[in-house]
């Protein structure tokens, strides 16, 4: 299932002295199974970008297509758009409601109007990937850790079988071992699941690690796009727009301008020493 | 130097219920004998993952928690004498991990009068207070404003401004950045430095090790107890035990060890970039 976006803009407040351009005439072209990484500071436009993705914002200008659909032009058809689109929030967590994990897990799909049965089998398949085991089901999702309530609340959206996944910043807020949890278990769902997955993050870590193609926006406009290594490699340009790029590339930059012969799009610390190496051992 | 913040074998056990069995009570120690000493003027990181007792440590330091066992005391006084609870109090600020948990008036210099305000100061003195404080925060050009159109670390900063206003001697951060972006993890790391530079002793609990790597000392807590205590280049250098616990070290560190593991010489406590760098340009 691809996406491609064209010419979108969107304006808040149209026409009132509040007004404010959240996106710019953004083109983006996402195929089937990519794993992207969204990357912008707080009020770039991202959180805009995503709510468009699943009609949560209608394009005023400019179009969404899904799978050959344009989405937001028949409105008796945002139902089954939005079944397609996973959208996780922010702080998922603060979504969940219900009385057990597993009746939580269940609303989703059972509010679309799917069998009891097999309602079941994907609440039992949603909770399988994020590793929350059965012996918990009937456990208040209160009870929770907060990376387990994250867990569950990213399972309540699986649940619906999106093709597309979106997570707005998964990992705020959880330790280091929450945070290579949940990542992990993402992996796991954009490999075993074959989704489409779009993770919005501040951290560049994070984004390094796991993402084939990376998007920056800046000012509601798409400033920079390319793989991780093209991306990483920019350090002027991420700081311009008050992003950094990781510490190794920073390493990598500074060696090369010492007269290192590195080759460049080194953003990692196990590719950096393993390039070092070849330089020192050649002497 | 002079201690500040002292513990001699701190406890704080909690009880909670037993799943099933609604009579019984299960006893479990948060912090299971912890030494501690932080020195006036002192900046400390306190890492470790959710659980490790951290938290708990921190709400010690203004006693919203008082020790099961063992001792603490807070500028020599102990955190046990209800009489000079108070005094503890206002010599020692927090700031959580929420910004907008924190904020609670409608302009931000009304939200920053709230703590002398209520320590009985004079008017007058506030309004120098709630000016200096803002000012020392950088949020002077806000006073006026409402505080719910400003960003998350301009938040942060007001609920610091909050603290300075009572002119505390310790501030203890409670994970103040976990919630910014990376403009506002600058800003709050910025003002952090500024305040410690002039003179008040910082607490400072973390999950981002590059935080960590700026203070004078880290501490590492893992199921209630002190396991790792040292100077940044010290603690990131045990790069194993800190990982078996679920933490990371700065990339810098990971880079500096996969070379040194290779063979090459390299010194320890490489924390910067631009001291590997200069530590590898030597090698050639």
Redesign the interface.
Known sequence: MSIKIENLTHIYSKGSPFEKKALDNVNITIEKGEFIGLIG???SGKSTLIQHLNVLLRPETGSIIIDGENIGADKSRLKAIRSKVGLVFQYPEHQLFEMTIFKDVAFGPSNMGISAEETKKRVEDALEIVGISPDIYEKSPFEL???QKRRVAIAGVLAMKPEVLVLDEPT???????R?EILGRIKDMHEKLNLTVILVS?SM?DIARLVDRIFVINHGKIALSGKPAEIFAQIEALEEI???S???A??AK??QE???MLPDGIYT??H??EE??K??NK? | MEHIVKTENLVFEYRVAIEGDESAIETKAALNGVDITVSKGEFVAVLGHNGSGKSTLAKHINCLLSPTSGGMWVKGISVTDDEQLWDIRSSVGMVFQNPDNQIIATIVEEDVAFGPENLGVMPAEIRQRVDDALLSVGMEKYAENPPHHLSGGQKQRVAIAGILAMRPDIIVLDEPTAMLDPIGRREVMRVVKKLNSEGITIIFITHYMDEAAQADRIIVMEEGKVVMEGTPAMVFEQIEPLKAIGLDVPQVAEIADGLRRAGVALPQGILSVEHLVEEICRLK
């Open positions: 500071h707080t009020g850790s907060g990376g705020a807020g959880l330790d280091p071992r929450g290579d501040h870590e008050g992003l950094a990781t510490q190794t920073y390493v500074s060696l010492a007269g290192f610390p196990e950096i020493v070092i190496l330089e020192v002497c």
